[in-house]
């Protein structure tokens, strides 16, 4: 009756110490089981789970940060606990602990402790922050297009040059690939009725940020003797449809949006 009751008592305590196995089958199981060890103070746990050598994490020193920050506080309940990866966790603990990150190595389908370190962010928050970005990269292309698009047409105004004022009427498209053109036709005006007829191709740019807008010119379509091609460079006002700026080392336009 006594070695069956020894033997009894043996078994009760080889499945009771079964029962208090750790719980590594997955990256959060083994952060789960790793916080508890620290809670609890238990340095047995700490040691089975710890694969970081004997010199990096040593269960007296884990325990010892885990004493100072206050794990001893706390409950597990309080704890949060996200997968990074395959190998790693985020454990979001009280205020008084802060949050951490633990990786771990896989090793007979079980994951043991390896380092630990500072928040990472999550796949699903990295997924986020990648849409968030496309979404507002997207939404950007839309608006310059949309801004592009708005200086598609005619704009009529002067300019100013070594023959005086001088009509003018800057006819902007979009080229196949998107590129900015535009047509610069210039003329005489009621004060100045002498200033010949002609025009020019041009190849413009426009940074929507500060919505300066560049045309460059490129060949002639009508040129009347002794006049050479012009640069513009000025500033879009959408609110008042007007395009103003200089011809460099000539004179200075400005040009109003004609209604569609």
Known sequence: ????????????????????????????????????AQINGDSKVIQ???????????????LSLASTSGYS??????????????????????????DKSLSFVKENGKYYFDSMG?????????????????????????????????????????????????????????????ELQATFNFGPTSDNPKIPQGSFKMIGSYDANSQILKFQGAQWIQQPNTYVMVDMIGTIDATNNIYKGTLPNTGEFEVTKKSS
């Open 48 to 62: 089975e789970i710890d694969r970081s050598g004997p010199l990096a994490y040593p269960a007296q020193y884990v």
């Open 73 to 98: 506080k706390h409950n597990i309940d309080e704890f949060k606990f996200e997968q990074v990866n395959d190998t790693t966790a985020n454990v979001l603990g009280p205020k008084d602990i802060g």
């Open 118 to 178: 500072g928040v990472q962010e999550t796949q699903v928050q990295v997924q986020a922050e990648q849409q968030a970005a496309k979404d507002a990269a997207e939404k950007t292309a839309q608006e310059v297009a949309q801004k592009i698009d708005y200086l598609v047409g005619e704009w009529d105004g002067e300019y100013t040059a070594g023959q005086g004022n001088t009509s003018l009427i800057l006819n902007i498209s979009k080229g196949d690939n998107g």
């Open 1 to 36: 009756m006594k070695r069956i009751a020894t033997g009894v008592l043996i078994t009760v305590i080889a499945l009771t110490l079964v029962g208090c196995g750790m719980n590594n089958s997955t990256v959060l199981d083994a952060a789960k089981t790793f916080t508890q």
